[in-house]
Structure formats: structure tokens, C-alpha cells
């Protein structure tokens, strides 16, 4: 008799295992070789991220990536994660109104399987977020350091160290949720900051660099696998010196889940 298979994790069962206190372990793919790995070591959620730009692409940012180049790498991941759900992200410039978000949404949905869309921003995104849900697509927002931003930001740095900008950031957050996001991923944010944020809403966070207290850990794959070339402060390189692909995959996850990653070395305070 053939074992059955695990069910896929869904929003729903997300929002359970923020309510049961049980870590959301994502991390990134760009294609179905990795995507089946992580999902087969139990990945909760797999983001296909505009991070390509750098780890696959070999660019200094993620703005030159394109529809068609996400539209390409989540095909290849969805067709291999039976458990995990896939998040396809909306890359610079493809959701600059509702209407184009939700064209370039149903691309990421039909053509390439994602099961939800990423996007970077807080008030200015609220009504594309409120459109996007009407519609029945599934939205991650992402606050915090937002690297679509970078030049207009003056580099990768943390954000809402200032009083005002935290205020609005958990503003930002609530209203995200209010529009009918069901994640929000939280990058370079100190650890109150991040901790408050998660309190305050009833849909998972995920962070990176932002300290334990979130409901879930995201890592760039490439960066965790210790081959990126400027692996940023907030990493780790679970594969050390021996372990398999798969046995780093597992490691991170029972580290997310056990709540032992982030250690404080890999936070902002
Ligand atoms: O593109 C990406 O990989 C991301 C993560 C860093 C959260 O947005």
C-alpha cells in the first residue's frame, strides 16, 4: 500500500500554526531540482524570489528582474513542491496598479502555479493588496527593508530603528492585513520591532533579520547553502563542512521549528 501523502500546507493551515505557536519554515527555489528537495524535507513554504536576480542571474539587485523570468522559475519550482505552498514574487515595477497587479498575478497563478503572490510595500500597496484578494489571489506583503527599493533606500540597511518609522511600519502592517493579506514576511527589522508587529496581527509573519519572535524564518537557499558570495549578516550556512543539501535543508528546519535560528548574531537590536 502506497503511503499517503502529506496535505499541502494552505493559508488556512498557516494561520493554525500561528494560532498553535508552530514555526513557519520557508526558504527560497528557483528550480524543480531544489524546489523537490525542500519540499521533501518539509519546507513549509517555498518563495520563488526575485532574489534570482543575484543568486541565479548575477546581478547586484533584483531590479532587472522580469514577468517572464518569474514566470519561468516558479513553472519549474510548483511542478516539484507536492506538500510546500508556493509563493511566486512580483518582481519591480509589475504590480505599479491594481489592475496590472492582478494581470501579472493571474500569470504567476496560471502559467507558473504559484499558490499565493509576494509583493513589497505597505500603505501605497493596500488597495492593490484589497483588489488582489477580492479576486481570490492569496498575497504576501513583505515590510521592512524592501530590495525593489535599494536605490531610492541608499543601500541595504535595517529599518524602523526611528520611532516614527516603526509607528508606521505596524500602521503599514495592520492595514495590510485589513486589506486581506495572509502572510507578511518581515527583512531587517529590529527585534521589538518585529515581535510588536507579530502580536498585533492574526496572519503569520515571516522574518529575516527580524529575530525569533516572528511566527516563521525565510532565508535566501543560496545564502543558507553558504554559496552566496556576500551572505548578509542575518544568514547562516547550515551545510558547515560535510552535510549534504538535504541534511542542511532538514537542519534548517528543525532550527526554525525548535525556535533555535535566529541566534542574536543574526539580528538587529
Ligand atoms: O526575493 C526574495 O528572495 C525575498 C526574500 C529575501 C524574502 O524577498
Excluded at 529575516?208 to 532565508?219: F, K, N, S, T, Y
Excluded at 554559496?227 to 549578516?233: E, G
Excluded at 544568514?235 to 526554525?256: C, E, K, N, R
Aim: hydrophobic share 40%; proline share 5%.
Amino acid at each position: 500500500m502506497s503511503a499517503k501523502p502529506n496535505p499541502r500546507v494552505t493559508v488556512t493551515s498557516l494561520r493554525k500554526m500561528k494560532r498553535e505557536a508552530e514555526k513557519i519554515a520557508m526558504l527560497t527555489a528557483y528550480d524543480a531540482s531544489f524546489a523537490k528537495v525542500l519540499d521533501d524535507q518539509g519546507v513549509d513554504v517555498v518563495l520563488v524570489g526575485d532574489s534570482l536576480g543575484m543568486v541565479i542571474q548575477g546581478h547586484d539587485t533584483t531590479v532587472p528582474v522580469s514577468m517572464d523570468d518569474m514566470v519561468y522559475h516558479t513553472r519549474a519550482v510548483t511542478k516539484m513542491c507536492q506538500r510546500a505552498l508556493v509563493i511566486g514574487d512580483l518582481p519591480f515595477m509589475s504590480y505599479t496598479s491594481p489592475d496590472l497587479a492582478l494581470r501579472n498575478s493571474a500569470r504567476l497563478m496560471q502559467d507558473g502555479g504559484a499558490h499565493m503572490v509576494k509583493l513589497e510595500g505597505g500603505a501605497p500597496q493596500v488597495a492593490t493588496v484589497s483588489q488582489l484578494a477580492h479576486h481570490g489571489v492569496p498575497v504576501c506583503a513583505h515590510l521592512g527593508l524592501q530590495p525593489q527599493s535599494v536605490h531610492k533606500l541608499g543601500g541595504y540597511r535595517v529599518q524602523g530603528r526611528d520611532e516614527a518609522v516603526a509607528r508606521q511600519m505596524l500602521d503599514d502592517a495592520k492595514a495590510l492585513q485589513d486589506a486581506g493579506a495572509d502572510l507578511l514576511v518581515l527583512e531587517c527589522v529590529p527585534v521589538t520591532l518585529a515581535e510588536q508587529i507579530t502580536q498585533a496581527l492574526e496572519i503569520p509573519t515571516i522574518g529575516i533579520g527580524a529575530g525569533r519572535e516572528c511566527d516563521g524564518q525565510v532565508l535566501v537557499l543560496h545564502d543558507m547553502l553558504g554559496i552566496s558570495p556576500r551572505a548578509p549578516k542575518f544568514s547562516h550556512d547550515f551545510i558547515g563542512s560535510g552535510a549534504t543539501i538535504a541534511q542542511a535543508v532538514t537542519a534548517y528546519v528543525q532550527a526554525v521549528k525548535a525556535g533555535t535560528f535566529p541566534e542574536d548574531q543574526h539580528c538587529f537590536f
